[in-house]
Structure formats: structure tokens, C-alpha cells
């Protein structure tokens, strides 16, 4: 890692019409690192992603690439490369000729256009498809075109948009892995949007949780899902997600707080000794353990976790016992309060 | 009742095609009889190519026929590149004015070409392009209809496809010629039959604004060529038109397929 961010966005805001779009969007990105804008859909990930890339223009502060102030830059001098949600392949190229698009229009000799993509072939496991149309390809063929143009030409930045969404569920687990050991072995830094919690959890080095236009927390995994900065990103992250108690049911905690519990945390108690008596709801069976979505009037996304298979009739009333030391205190606005 | 309508609908098609096609019907057997058998439908009469080498000496075809060919060309030419960089402005780039703009464009659709004439004429005149195939061609490179069709077409191709030339290193004109072009290849097609055919059939205009038999394009040739002073011979008219209309036709019974789905896809009829 170099001593200075490879990318940094300062001050970023981008507004629609008046609408707002993004704010005080500041970031820094080492190189060579993985990092996952993650939030709801319209929060704002994706339009940070396009200004980055050049496709939109912002409206405040500045975006350096590599050292560089690139905010006034088009896209097509940015040096990065990028993979669409829909792919964005042309669909009047072959599959060799959509790889070495990008090295065509920017001169590159034939023989190494030709070595650059036999390599990419070979990397996304795709070699003997040259020749295909992309509407001769399956959904996840395409996928894997649209990954091999995006590191083809050694572009060391790479930017995807949702890049699986349009997979299905088996598929994008494999890819999932596939797009982080690519990413690993070139050394390449990547952006990735997404709005599946699971998917910026397992690959990312660095989470940057959005909504509404801001950033709410940025932090690695492990930070996100322990340390939530906000009942906001406690809710999103994690699954199941934290469970936001309101204080006062809660001896030992003041009024108007609101404590944060992870389902691993929570444990069934003896009838009257627990912390908690809930109604439950349902059993959701997984196989290795069973989540019991539990009810309280003063507290949501109570969850169980028990090992193995567990079924107790949905109304039944239980008790449950939360880990002390464990617990997270967020104040009225819902910021979390620093234990000590 | 029903099937009296199907049977009706079928009919009126069916009189509808026999009276379209029954003069061209007319000239090709006429074009292959002597002049009494074509007029006295002799259908035992003897087929001859006389009439086709009679008026094949009367005129320069040859020249004709290279006039109109090389007007179709330019015309093609100059309208493919007019509506691309018109159509693309008019979908994908934005600059103040462009709806009205548009809508002014548009509006030449209303207006019949007739009506310019004489304005035109003017304009080729003090251009210095009189009685040349680029003054003939040049009012029409220029079409409304052509900058309509692109702008549709470029409008209809995905703004992802667009971003990612971008972000691979197009510039807007790399963009242009490399995503949307390509993409509105059916689109290209079909417009270019309707502009050959048009400009091949084309009249009024060419007959004003030419003068010599070094500009005149096959359609004015033809109509002096049997013009009444000339003496009329309706088998040798006939055999000089079906001579001129004989590669357009050609052309489209080859190309009949690709012409359908041209057409189909781009959704003009």
C-alpha cells in the first residue's frame, strides 16, 4: 500500500434537479483493496460509483485517481474500467471482439491485444467462446465477458455495478469467490455496489454503508457488524440483523436509548429469569441451526438462534437472556453512544 | 357473415393488387410484342427484343443509367451522414433548444417538396451547382424523415452499451461510429431502400434543375425519350421503361427477405 490513497473523493455531492443525490461524500481508497458501497436501493451507492467513473459530473469537491484530479475528467480518460449491472456488452461483437474493445480504441498492437486477451480467456475460464455473439451466451457466460473486459487491458482501477444481480442464487456464490480471487491474484482495487449485505460482508476489505445520499459508516466487515455507528447500519447489516430494544424494558438501562443485541448473543432462559418473556412468531429452519423470530411490544427483529432443528409452536411465550457485555447503547437520534 | 367479411377482405386485396400491377403487367407484354400484337393482346404472337434494341439506340441509357446511379449514391451518401450526426445530436446530446429544434424538423415533413421547388432552384443557382448531380441531390440530403428515423434509432439503443465505450476510451465520435451505428444497422438498411427507391423515381426536380444529357438522370431521360414530339410507340416506351425500372426491381426481389425484416424491425411501413 502506497502512502497515499490511490482514489479520494472529497467533498462529493451531486444533486438532480435540485433533488438531492449524494452529499459530503469523503473517501479514500487504498490500492489494491476491495471496497463495497452497500445500501438500499436509492440511497446513492451507484451515483457515487458513476461519479467516480466519469459517467456523471459532480456538483462539489474533487475525485483524485492515482494522485491525479480527475473530477473534470471524461470518462474515457480515467483509466479504469468497469462492469454493468446489465453487463453492457455489445451485442454486434463477438465475444473476443467486446474483450479487446477498449484496446482497440486505444491503439494497442494486434499481437498484444491478442496475447492480453488469450490471457483473459484463460483467467475467466472462457476460453473457445471467442467466436460467440453474446446472445449465444448464458447469463452467467456474459458475466464472466463482462469481467474479462474489465481487467483485459490492466487497468488497476475496477469499478461493478451490481455485478450479480441478474445471477441466480448458486451462481453468485460462486462468483462472488471467483471476482475476489481475480481480484487478489492482479492486485487490482475494486469498487463494488451492492445492495445484498451478504455479498459487501464476505468479499469486501472496506464497507462503506450509505443512505439517503450520505455515507452512515465506514469500516471493515468486522466493524460494521460489531460496532454499528447508527441503529441504521446495526438494521442493515448482518443476518439476521440486530435486534433495537427500547431501553426501558431493560433494568440497568435509561429511558429513550435504545440497546443493540446480535441473535448470537440472545439465549433461551428458565420461565421467569430471563432479561425478556417474548411471544414467538415463526421457526425458520437452516439446517445447521434454526432462527426463532421472537415478539416484544417494546423491541424489533428479536431473533433466537438455537442449533440444529428447534420448533416451538408459533405463540408460545419464552424467555431470553442477553449477553451483558455484549450489548450497544444508541442514543435518540440513534447514534451509538461510546461504551466505557 | 363473418366469412362473407374474410372473403370480401380477400377480394379487395386481391382487386386492389391486380389493378396496382396491371400496367406494369401491361408494359412487360408489351415491351416483348411488336406494337400491333402488344395493343391487340395477340397471345399467340411472336416474343421479340427489337423493341428493346430499338430503344436502346434511340437514348444514351448508359449514361442515364450512370447518372442515376451515381445521384442515388451521393444522395445516400450525403443523407447517411447528415441524419447519423443529426439523429445523434437529437438523441443523446444535450444543448439548449433542442426540442424546438427538433420540432422545426419535424415540421419539414409537412411541407411537399414541390412547394420548394421553386426556392430551391434559386439556392442550387446561386450555389453554381446547376445542372449538376450534386445540385440535384443536394436538397434531399437534408431529410427530416432520415434525421427522425436515426434519432429513434439511436434512442432505442442502450445508455449502458453508450457509458461502457466511454469508460473503454471512446470519445463521442468513437461512440457514434463504433455503438450506434453498428446498432441501427437495420434501420440504415431499410432507410436507404426507401431513399434509393424515392430518388430513383424521382422527377420534377431533376427535370428542372437539369439540362444536358451529362446530368440527366434515367427518369428524365425516359419521359423525353418518349415524349409525344419523338413519335409514341407504346413497345418501345415499354421496353425503355421496363429497362429503366429493371435494377431497382432486380434489386428488391433479391433482397425481398432482408427488405422485409429491415423494415420489421424498424418498424416503418
Not at chain 1, 438455537?306 to 431470553?320: R, T
Not at chain 2, 414541390?114 to 439556392?123: D, P, R, T
Request: hydrophobic share 50%.
Amino acid at each position: 500500500m502506497s502512502a497515499q490513497p490511490f482514489v479520494v473523493l472529497d467533498g462529493i455531492a451531486k444533486r438532480w434537479k435540485g433533488a438531492l443525490g449524494v452529499q459530503d461524500i469523503c473517501l479514500t481508497i487504498e490500492e489494491g483493496s476491495f471496497v463495497a458501497l452497500l445500501g438500499p436501493s436509492g440511497c446513492g451507492k451507484s451515483t457515487t460509483l458513476r461519479l467516480l467513473a466519469g459517467l456523471e459530473t459532480p456538483d462539489e469537491g474533487r475525485i483524485m485517481i492515482d494522485g491525479a484530479d480527475v473530477t473534470h475528467r471524461p470518462a474515457s480518460a480515467r483509466n479504469l474500467s468497469m462492469v454493468f449491472q446489465s453487463y453492457a456488452l455489445f451485442p454486434h461483437l463477438s465475444v473476443a471482439e467486446n474483450v479487446m474493445f477498449g484496446m482497440k480504441v486505444r491503439r494497442v498492437p494486434k499481437a498484444e491485444r491478442l496475447r492480453s486477451l488469450h490471457r483473459a480467456m484463460e483467467i475467466t475460464g472462457l476460453l473457445g467462446f471467442e467466436d460467440r455473439k453474446p446472445n449465444e451466451l448464458s447469463g452467467g457466460q456474459r458475466q464472466r465477458v463482462a469481467l474479462a473486459r474489465a481487467i483485459v487491458a490492466g487497468q488497476r482501477l475496477c469499478l461493478m455495478d451490481e455485478p450479480l444481480s441478474n445471477l441466480d442464487a448458486k451462481l453468485r456464490h460462486a462468483v462472488r469467490k471467483d471476482i475476489k480471487k481475480l481480484q487478489q491474484d492482479l492486485g487490482i482495487t475494486v469498487v463494488y455496489v451492492t445492495h445484498d449485505q451478504t455479498e459487501a460482508m464476505s468479499m469486501a476489505d472496506k464497507v462503506v454503508l450509505m443512505r439517503d445520499g450520505e455515507i452512515q459508516q465506514i469500516g471493515t466487515p468486522e466493524q460494521l457488524y460489531s460496532q454499528p455507528e447508527n441503529t441504521f447500519a446495526a438494521e442493515f447489516v448482518g443476518a439476521p440483523p440486530m435486534a433495537l430494544i427500547d431501553g426501558a424494558a431493560l433494568p440497568g438501562f435509561s429511558d429513550g436509548h435504545t440497546i443493540g443485541v446480535r441473535a448470537e448473543n440472545i439465549v433461551l432462559a428458565e420461565t421467569g429469569q430471563g432479561d425478556l418473556q417474548c411471544r414467538v412468531t415463526d421457526c425458520e429452519f437452516l439446517g445447521a441451526e434454526t432462527f426463532i423470530g421472537l415478539q416484544h411490544p417494546q423491541a424489533r427483529g428479536l431473533t433466537l438462534k438455537v442449533a440444529g432443528l428447534k420448533n416451538i409452536p408459533a405463540g408460545q411465550v419464552i424467555d431470553i437472556v442477553l449477553a451483558r457485555e455484549t450489548l450497544l447503547s444508541f442514543d435518540k437520534e440513534g447514534r451509538k453512544i461510546p461504551q466505557g | 357473415m363473418n366469412r362473407l367479411s374474410r372473403h370480401l377482405d380477400s377480394f379487395g386485396a386481391i382487386l386492389l393488387a391486380v389493378i396496382w400491377i396491371a400496367p406494369l403487367l401491361f408494359a412487360f407484354w408489351a415491351a416483348f410484342h411488336s406494337t400491333t400484337d402488344a395493343v391487340n393482346f395477340n397471345l399467340t404472337s411472336r416474343l421479340t427484343l427489337d423493341n428493346f434494341r430499338v430503344a436502346w439506340d434511340g437514348a444514351p441509357w448508359l449514361r442515364y443509367f450512370m447518372n442515376t446511379f451515381l445521384l442515388v449514391t451521393i444522395v445516400l451518401i450525403g443523407q447517411f451522414i447528415i441524419t447519423t450526426l443529426a439523429g445523434f445530436a437529437f438523441a443523446q446530446v444535450s444543448f439548449p433548444g433542442k426540442d424546438f429544434i427538433f420540432i422545426l424538423v419535424l415540421l419539414q415533413l409537412f411541407i411537399l417538396p414541390e412547394v420548394l421547388i421553386v426556392e430551391n432552384y434559386a439556392m442550387v443557382s446561386r450555389l453554381g451547382l446547376f445542372d449538376s448531380l450534386l445540385g440535384v441531390g443536394m436538397p434531399y440530403m437534408a431529410s427530416a424523415f432520415g434525421i427522425f428515423l436515426m434519432r429513434q434509432a439511436f434512442k432505442s439503443v442502450p445508455i449502458e452499451l453508450d457509458e461502457a465505450a466511454r469508460i473503454e476510451g471512446c470519445g463521442w465520435f468513437g461512440v457514434l461510429l463504433k455503438v450506434y451505428v453498428p446498432l441501427a444497422k437495420p434501420t440504415y438498411l431499410a432507410y436507404a431502400l426507401v431513399s434509393v427507391s424515392t430518388h430513383w423515381n424521382n422527377f420534377l426536380w431533376p427535370l428542372i434543375v437539369t439540362n444536358s444529357d451529362k446530368t440527366r438522370p434515367l427518369t428524365v431521360g425516359l419521359s423525353i425519350f418518349g415524349a409525344p414530339e419523338n413519335g409514341v410507340d407504346i413497345s418501345i416506351i415499354s421496353a425503355a421503361t421496363i429497362m429503366s425500372v429493371a435494377p431497382l426491381l432486380i434489386a428488391f426481389l433479391v433482397f425481398q427477405r432482408q427488405f422485409v425484416q429491415a423494415f420489421l424491425r424498424t418498424g416503418i411501413k
